[in-house]
């Protein structure tokens, strides 16, 4: 099989030779540093996938921010929708370049010869970068109708964006970024859910829908009590799963059937060699066997794993998508 087959009769809950081998994010760039003096030889993300024999997976992300944008590096800017119509002109920035850039992308996608995604920004993650964590928290309330007006501007525009992406090179997955859990659980309630993200993903959704892609949520932190939410909206899967925050694949799987995930092996047994490491593919057999999964670390590996250790995770990596399989 070639990794678009491979990809979409994992998702599809089909049979596959192996399971795909990926780093959905890339390293931190101090594990990056650490392993050039341990002897690494490239320190491109795409050239370190090719060398350590991972699958070509491409990932686009359109932000929503032109390169002018005043900020966050000068302090978050929104307080109230004058500051919002000052920094307007800084938002939402034509694609058109970033779209046809994909194009070769998409032909080798075509054969087989990669996997493109494509990562666009989440109706809770856009506020808070212009808001500020906890200024967005109280826009909720505070800013209600401002918050409506900024997601359904960007509800707007991620159409645009994925009917012009779509004659060019179709992902075969979308991510909405999101982050909006933490270790325990989501950062906002069903109720501000419901209002002021969901009415945003159903525009957008279908779009994505229509591509014929799959629809991924990037969210850190525990997200168990948030997946029937984003099954309510037509959201098809969640990434990565950490499982320092408690996250347990296995009866997310029990629960929810149908429920795709990327991820959720626990980073933290890295270091510890060997044993610790195989304990933890061990724990995630029976969910590589389920179907819809795809294991890789939970989230960026620390710069706390050698490079010799991080060998050793890829060799038993090349093991249990064998044995997952099965």
Not at 63 to 80: D, L, Q, S, Y
Not at 83 to 90: L, V
């Amino acid at each position: 099989m070639n990794h678009a087959e491979r990809f979409r009769a994992v998702m599809g809950f089909q049979p596959v030779d192996r399971l795909p081998r990926i780093e959905w994010a890339s390293w931190w760039d101090k594990t990056v540093a650490r392993w050039a003096e341990e002897g690494l030889p490239v320190t491109d993300r795409y050239e370190m996938y090719e060398y350590f024999g991972l699958d070509p997976y491409y990932q686009c992300w359109f932000g929503p921010r032109a390169a002018e944008f005043p900020g966050p590096e000068g302090g978050f800017p929104v307080t109230g929708h004058d500051d919002y119509d000052r920094i307007r002109p800084y938002l939402l920035p034509p694609f058109e370049e970033t779209v046809e850039s994909l194009r070769p992308w998409g032909e080798k996608q075509a054969q087989g010869e990669c996997v493109v995604w494509v990562t666009i920004e989440g109706f809770f993650w856009y506020p808070r970068t212009l808001f500020g964590i906890e200024a967005h928290f109280y826009a909720f309330y505070d800013h209600a109708d401002l918050m409506h007006r900024m997601n359904q501007e960007l509800a707007d525009y991620h159409v645009r964006l994925l009917k012009a992406l779509a004659p060019v090179c179709t992902p075969l997955f979308v991510v909405f970024a999101e982050d909006m859990s933490y270790n325990h659980g989501p950062m906002l309630s069903k109720q501000l859910f419901d209002e002021f993200l969901a009415p945003y993903y159903r525009q957008v959704i279908p779009v994505v829908e229509e591509m014929g892609a799959l629809v991924i949520v990037d969210s850190d932190g525990n997200i168990t009590d948030m997946v029937p939410w984003m099954q309510g909206v037509g959201i098809q899967g969640v990434l990565p799963l950490e499982r320092q925050a408690g996250v347990d694949g296995n009866a997310l799987r029990a629960a929810f059937p149908d429920f795709r995930m990327v991820g959720h092996f626990d980073k933290m047994t890295m270091p510890h060699g060997e044993a610790a490491m195989r304990e933890e593919f061990e724990r995630l057999l029976p969910l590589m066997r389920s179907g819809g999964f795809i294991p890789g670390v939970d989230h960026q590996t620390p710069p706390g794993v050698s490079l010799e250790q991080y060998r050793v995770y890829l060799r038993l990596l090349e093991e249990y998508t064998v044995l997952g399989a099965q």
